[in-house]
């Protein structure tokens, strides 16, 4: 609990986001037993080199010593993703198409957006997109087809010539039916059963049955995340998107059992998950903190959403929502829940944040799951300067120059001067050369 904005400032400022990653005590005992190293920095380098020199072996030996369970193929057939298909419930499934119906809007109406070229001094620009990209989803603790749909359908609305999917596998070795379910609908090529930061490292190097990428984009954990910042250069990524996180901005109109619902909707996600409360109400905060005690043991994934909420949610009161807006936009999070009365607050001030939540009804869930925008957002203040995953993600972009007689007669003499002022002499033989080519034609 933090009271006051200066108190509550020196907590939530994360311009420094991404310098220092801490772990719990616990997870330290983990990794020097598992790996001989502390920090979740060096398990990585480990784990990414291992993959590069092993190959299939040592996805297969991470896939024992860290998921705990026995992985026979690493590929996933076409038959299996089609037998998943049949199996799930006609409930489930029209969910799924109803929610891949709406992602797919959404991103096909961004990529209209995009201009396949430009053309400006008979120079141009041409649009085209990434020929294969990795995209990867969550699994472990939980079974995210959902990260499915919103990180393959942006791929497949861009254009992209093969989308492939990483997922951990499930306590039996397997990826989760749902999971399988979800790739089908969203289209993707070949689904690999790897997870961790073991996935990024086959999907940046490849394996011998694992095909190198030119781009992984998805959500993690913190060491999905570390890894991604670490192959980056040998592949793209589309960010560096760690632990789950949500700052709600509450006052005395918002209903406290409506916040407490966001708050553990949020920390269910992962034990370094986190939730921050902003209110302008003291009341509310302690209404708050009273309905969490009650609600979270009955939760079916409690042990987790304590461990988050014990280790990294904040509620944090101030006096004024001038004090607020500054808060949020200091911390700059993921998700951005505006459940506040209209009078004295200015939405349009909020502006560091991946996807802000707004309306008579700002729920996370709705986001996460069917409203359209991709749900793999910037996290750990990055929304300071990066972007929630779009159709651009899997767009790259190359250049046209025409050089023509009349454009070296023109702006050749530019480039000759350009290049004798800073010594390049080599470049102004080039343009002097063809110069007097054409005017001794």
């Given at each position: 609990?933090l009271?006051?904005?200066?108190?509550?400032?020196?907590?939530?400022?994360?311009?420094?986001?991404g310098?220092?990653y801490?772990i719990?005590?616990?997870?330290?005992?983990?990794?020097?037993?598992?790996?001989?190293?502390?920090?979740?920095?060096e398990?990585?380098?480990?784990?990414?080199d291992?993959?590069?020199?092993k190959?299939d072996e040592?996805?297969?030996?991470?896939?024992?010593?860290i998921?705990?369970?026995e992985?026979?193929?690493l590929?996933?057939?076409r038959?299996d993703i089609?037998?998943?298909?049949?199996?799930?419930?006609?409930e489930v499934?029209?969910s799924?198409?109803?929610?891949?119906?709406?992602?797919?809007?959404?991103?096909?109406?961004?990529?209209?957006?995009?201009?396949?070229?430009?053309?400006?001094?008979?120079?141009y620009?041409?649009s085209?997109p990434?020929?294969?990209?990795?995209?990867?989803?969550p699994?472990?603790?939980?079974?995210?087809?959902s990260?499915?749909?919103m990180?393959?359908?942006?791929?497949?609305c861009?254009?992209?010539?093969?989308v492939?999917?990483a997922?951990?596998?499930?306590?039996d070795?397997?990826?989760?039916?749902l999971?399988?379910?979800?790739?089908?609908?969203?289209?993707?090529d070949?689904?690999?059963?790897?997870g961790?930061?073991?996935?990024i490292?086959?999907l940046?190097?490849g394996?011998?049955?694992?095909?190198?990428?030119?781009?992984?984009?998805?959500?993690g954990?913190?060491f999905?995340?570390?890894a991604k910042?670490?192959?980056?250069?040998?592949?793209?990524?589309?960010g560096?998107?760690?632990?789950?996180?949500v700052?709600?901005?509450?006052?005395?109109?918002?209903n406290p059992?409506?916040?407490?619902?966001?708050?553990?909707?949020?920390a269910?996600?992962d034990?370094?998950?986190?939730?921050?409360?902003?209110?302008?109400s003291?009341?509310?905060?302690?209404?708050v903190?009273?309905?969490?005690?009650?609600?979270i043991?009955?939760?079916?994934?409690?042990?987790?959403?304590?461990?988050?909420?014990?280790?990294?949610?904040?509620?944090?009161?101030?006096?004024?929502?001038e004090?607020a807006?500054?808060?949020?936009?200091?911390?700059?999070?993921e998700?951005?829940v505006l459940?506040v009365?209209?009078a004295?607050?200015?939405?349009?001030?909020?502006?560091?944040?991946g996807?802000?939540?707004t309306?008579?009804?700002?729920?996370?869930a709705?986001?996460?799951?069917?409203s359209g925008?991709?749900?793999?957002?910037?996290?750990?203040?990055?929304?300071?300067?990066?972007?929630?995953?779009?159709?651009?993600?899997?767009?790259?972009y190359?250049n046209?120059v025409n050089v023509t007689?009349?454009?070296?007669?023109?702006?050749?003499?530019?480039?000759v001067?350009?290049a004798q002022?800073?010594?390049?002499?080599?470049?102004?033989?080039?343009?002097?050369?063809?110069?007097?080519g054409i005017?001794?034609e």
């Amino acid at each position: 609990l933090l009271t006051g904005f200066k108190q509550a400032s020196e907590v939530l400022n994360r311009r420094r986001a991404g310098v220092c990653y801490e772990i719990s005590p616990a997870l330290k005992v983990q990794l020097k037993e598992m790996f001989g190293v502390e920090t979740a920095q060096e398990a990585v380098s480990f784990i990414i080199d291992k993959v590069k020199s092993k190959g299939d072996e040592a996805l297969i030996e991470f896939a024992s010593l860290i998921d705990k369970v026995e992985v026979f193929s690493l590929e996933v057939s076409r038959q299996d993703i089609n037998q998943a298909l049949d199996s799930v419930s006609s409930e489930v499934l029209k969910s799924f198409k109803t929610a891949a119906s709406q992602i797919k809007a959404f991103h096909d109406a961004q990529r209209e957006a995009i201009p396949r070229s430009i053309e400006v001094n008979d120079c141009y620009q041409i649009s085209r997109p990434l020929d294969r990209v990795g995209v990867y989803a969550p699994g472990g603790t939980a079974c995210y087809p959902s990260s499915v749909l919103m990180t393959a359908i942006p791929a497949r609305c861009a254009g992209v010539g093969e989308v492939c999917l990483a997922t951990p596998p499930g306590k039996d070795g397997k990826v989760p039916v749902l999971t399988l379910a979800a790739a089908g609908i969203a289209g993707v090529d070949r689904v690999f059963v790897m997870g961790g930061a073991q996935a990024i490292a086959a999907l940046a190097f490849g394996t011998e049955t694992v095909c190198s990428v030119d781009k992984i984009c998805g959500p993690g954990n913190l060491f999905v995340m570390l890894a991604k910042k670490q192959v980056y250069g040998v592949v793209d990524i589309d960010g560096l998107q760690g632990p789950s996180e949500v700052v709600i901005v509450a006052d005395d109109s918002s209903n406290p059992v409506y916040i407490v619902n966001e708050i553990l909707a949020q920390a269910e996600h992962d034990v370094m998950a986190q939730s921050v409360l902003i209110t302008t109400s003291e009341k509310l905060a302690v209404q708050v903190e009273q309905i969490l005690d009650e609600q979270i043991d009955k939760l079916n994934r409690a042990d987790i959403t304590r461990q988050s909420l014990d280790t990294t949610g904040i509620i944090a009161v101030c006096s004024y929502a001038e004090e607020a807006v500054k808060l949020v936009n200091m911390y700059a999070p993921e998700h951005l829940v505006l459940d506040v009365s209209s009078a004295g607050w200015d939405y349009s001030q909020f502006v560091n944040a991946g996807c802000v939540f707004t309306g008579s009804q700002p729920t996370v869930a709705m986001g996460d799951y069917v409203s359209g925008p991709s749900h793999a957002l910037p996290t750990g203040g990055t929304a300071r300067f990066s972007s929630p995953l779009n159709v651009n993600d899997f767009v790259r972009y190359y250049n046209i120059v025409n050089v023509t007689d009349e454009a070296l007669k023109e702006y050749g003499p530019v480039a000759v001067a350009l290049a004798q002022a800073e010594g390049l002499n080599a470049h102004a033989q080039a343009v002097n050369d063809r110069l007097k080519g054409i005017y001794n034609e």
